[in-house]
């Protein structure tokens, strides 16, 4: 089973990778010439990697309050 440190460290985790995805999105869309077509599939694969990430944090964040409330139980 997966203690609350572990959750609590994968969280931490999630939010660093969630960060340099979001600054590696920036890095090729802040560019003002447009977008290119090898840069708009990086693009969408940066946001699809995102939106993965988002979904992990919040399963762990689900679970971390699991946790709170089985602490508060005990």
């Not at 460290?9 to 090898?38: F, H």
């Not at 990430?53 to 508060?72: A, F, H, K, W």
């Amino acid at each position: 089973m997966t203690t609350q440190r572990q959750l609590q460290e994968r969280q931490q985790e999630l939010m660093e990778e969630l960060e340099a995805l979001e600054a590696a999105i920036a890095e090729i869309t802040g560019n003002t010439q447009p977008v290119q077509a090898t840069q708009q599939k990086q693009v969408a694969w940066l946001h699809r990697q995102h939106a993965g990430v988002l979904v992990l944090l919040n399963d762990t964040e689900r679970m971390l309050l699991g946790c709170d409330q089985n602490v508060d139980d005990d």
